[in-house]
């Protein structure tokens, strides 16, 4: 009976994720509420624009779970895609996923094959 050998490289990812996905949240909710009516339109629009970002890397997050938890390459090669795709959405904020992306494609090369 073998044992199935949790990648340390995809908790990293994951939690890296989770802190990140928590601090956009906070900021953008901090944003809406606070100044004028031309401020809180700004602050509406910049949230529109980075839904999308913020969507993309919470499906890589989702994505990075299962394949910590259930051992599965396939899972970790979406995962490293999905934050490619959160960079290509909005390249601002490239610097946040970054290192979750890097972390993921390696832990995909590591893995073995199914």
Do not use: D
Not at 47 to 64: E, Q, R
């Amino acid at each position: 009976m073998t044992k199935n050998k949790k990648n340390k490289l995809l908790l990293v990812s994951s939690i890296l994720t989770v802190l990140y996905i928590i601090y956009i949240i906070y900021y953008m909710a901090g944003n809406l509420g606070a100044g004028s009516s031309a401020e809180q339109a700004g602050a509406a629009i910049a949230s529109a624009l980075i839904l999308p970002h913020i969507l993309a890397t919470g499906i890589a997050l989702l994505f990075n779970v299962l394949a910590w938890s259930m051992g599965r390459r396939g899972f970790a090669l979406t995962s490293g895609i999905m934050y490619g795709v959160a960079m290509l959405l909005f390249p601002f904020y490239f610097m946040f996923v970054i290192i979750q992306m890097i972390l993921t494609f390696v832990a995909f090369a590591k893995m073995k094959k199914e």
